[in-house]
């Protein structure tokens, strides 16, 4: 595809479940993000990945959090024990490589925690 | 730390009038600065950008924006504003290897 792919789109979810979240990057993107965007609010980062590796994921929030990039295209970000503070709208971008290069962002996942 | 600050959280403007968005940053060395555009259920998308040179950047979709290093700023404008126009506006500096994001402006425009 032409853009950045998240999938769902939307996703509710019983507090206490697993859930993942996909995102499918631009091709021959190397770097890849993932940021949360509450309500009202600018996206928070959360993880960055160059190639297969997590570079930096200082903005998880806690170890219920966890991302993988197992063969540098496609990730997922996964949540353990979802909690009603997790509900928020999950942005993934990806770019040609570093932050001079544009970042290009995917339409989110709005995830719903009950 | 790095952060950025937008102090208007909602901006009217009618068609045809000017905008002026405003931006102030925290970070130590030399930043690179971004303006990003999000409309209802769109991503985010990338108006312009500073790194170095000419502290005025044109952007797509007629906007602008002044980077001033004395003010720590990099306001967002554009002459005249359509009714498309309306949609929340985000302003970021890159961090390390990480673009910080302000809390946002949203803009509505009245005909």
Redesign the interface.
């Known amino acids: 595809g032409a853009g950045v792919s998240q999938t769902p789109s939307n996703k509710v979810t019983e507090k206490g479940k697993y859930v993942e979240l996909r995102c499918d990057p631009i091709s021959g993107h190397t770097a890849l993000y993932w940021y949360r965007q509450s309500l009202g609010q600018g996206p928070e980062f959360l993880i960055y990945f160059q190639g297969t590796g997590a570079a930096d994921d200082s903005g998880l929030p806690n170890d219920r959090f966890f991302a993988v990039r197992p063969e540098g295209s496609v990730s997922t970000l996964k949540i353990q024990r979802t909690e009603r503070g997790d509900s928020a709208v999950y942005l993934c971008a990806s770019s040609a490589g570093g932050l001079n290069t544009e970042a290009f962002f995917g339409q989110g996942t709005r995830l719903t925690v009950v | 730390a790095q952060s950025?600050t937008?102090p208007d959280i909602h901006i009217t403007v009618s068609e045809g009038a000017s905008l002026e968005l405003r931006c102030n940053y925290s970070y130590g060395a030399t930043p690179?600065l971004f303006w990003?555009v999000q409309s209802p259920?769109?991503?985010?998308?990338?108006l312009l950008?500073y790194?170095s040179g000419d502290t005025l950047v044109q952007g797509i979709k007629g906007f602008e924006a002044e980077f001033k290093r004395s003010q720590s700023s990099f306001n967002l404008r554009k002459p005249s504003v359509h009714w498309s126009d309306a949609a929340e506006y985000?302003c970021?500096v890159?961090g390390?290897?990480?673009?910080?994001?302000?809390?946002?402006t949203r803009l509505q425009v009245f005909p």
């Open positions: 950025v937008q690179y990003y259920g769109q991503g985010l998308q990338l950008k790194f985000f970021a890159a390390t290897d990480k673009l910080i994001f302000g809390t946002g």
